[in-house]
């Protein structure tokens, strides 16, 4: 009996050592684990930049170039006019059946002179004005301001031009006629350029 005792305490202490041995690898499996399951730290995320277009800028549109041949008196008829707003207004309007240009400012000549009157060189429009069929241009008058020195005259003669700059003339001059007896003095006298309407070709007087 002492021999059968003395077998089972040892049994139960290989036993116990055992169980301690396996407790112990159990552990160091679960450190293992935590160590394997431990959060890595994030990358550092870097501020995106915002990309910067470069802005549009608008360009207005150019202006359409004049089409069309010049006016002449066989294409328009004329006329002038008493102007409320100012002193007297020129009108000329197309009889043809196509497109012409009025470029620049009308030639005009009063009476017997053999000078045109000048130009209004502050009134010039940004494009030539272009007539279709039955449209009308329009040249405020100054024939004189606070005469002194002046002749009376009631016809004036027109010749239209060929190009913007005025350097040539389109066709032959007409004479049209006056409303009244006009005073004329030559250094005072001046001509808008052809306009697209009456309110934009009043020449104060």
């Given at each position: 009996?002492?021999?059968?005792?003395?077998?089972?305490?040892?049994?139960?202490?290989?036993?116990?050592?055992?169980?301690?041995?396996?407790?112990?690898a159990c552990g160091a499996s679960g450190d293992g684990?935590?160590?394997?399951?431990?959060?890595?730290?994030?990358?550092?995320?870097?501020?995106?930049?915002?990309?910067?277009?470069?802005?549009?800028?608008?360009?207005?549109?150019?202006?359409?170039?004049?089409?069309?041949?010049?006016?002449?008196?066989?294409?328009?008829?004329?006329?002038?006019?008493?102007?409320?707003?100012?002193?007297?207004?020129?009108?000329?309007?197309?009889?043809?059946?196509?497109?012409?240009?009025?470029?620049?400012?009308?030639?005009?000549?009063?009476?017997?002179?053999?000078?045109?009157?000048?130009?209004?060189?502050?009134?010039?429009?940004?494009?030539?004005?272009?007539?279709?069929?039955?449209?009308?241009?329009?040249?405020?008058?100054?024939?004189?301001?606070?005469?002194?020195?002046?002749?009376?005259?009631?016809?004036?003669?027109?010749?239209?031009?060929?190009?913007?700059?005025?350097?040539?003339?389109?066709?032959?001059?007409?004479?049209?006629?006056?409303?009244?007896?006009?005073?004329?003095?030559?250094?005072?006298?001046?001509?808008?350029?052809?306009?697209?309407?009456?309110?934009?070709?009043?020449?104060?007087?």
């Amino acid at each position: 009996m002492r021999t059968t005792s003395g077998s089972c305490r040892a049994l139960a202490a290989l036993l116990a050592v055992a169980a301690a041995l396996t407790a112990t690898a159990c552990g160091a499996s679960g450190d293992g684990g935590g160590a394997k399951g431990a959060a890595r730290p994030s990358a550092t995320s870097v501020p995106s930049t915002p990309s910067t277009a470069p802005a549009r800028t608008s360009t207005p549109p150019p202006s359409r170039p004049a089409r069309g041949p010049a006016c002449t008196g066989a294409t328009t008829e004329a006329s002038v006019a008493e102007d409320p707003h100012g002193d007297l207004m020129l009108t000329a309007t197309n009889t043809s059946g196509s497109p012409c240009v009025a470029f620049g400012a009308p030639r005009l000549r009063f009476g017997d002179a053999t000078a045109a009157v000048a130009p209004s060189r502050d009134t010039a429009p940004g494009t030539p004005v272009t007539l279709g069929p039955g449209e009308s241009a329009y040249a405020g008058i100054l024939s004189a301001w606070e005469p002194d020195d002046y002749v009376t005259v009631d016809k004036v003669s027109l010749t239209f031009a060929a190009d913007a700059e005025g350097r040539r003339a389109a066709g032959a001059p007409e004479t049209v006629a006056l409303p009244r007896k006009t005073p004329y003095e030559e250094l005072d006298a001046e001509v808008t350029y052809w306009q697209r309407s009456r309110e934009d070709a009043h020449a104060d007087g």
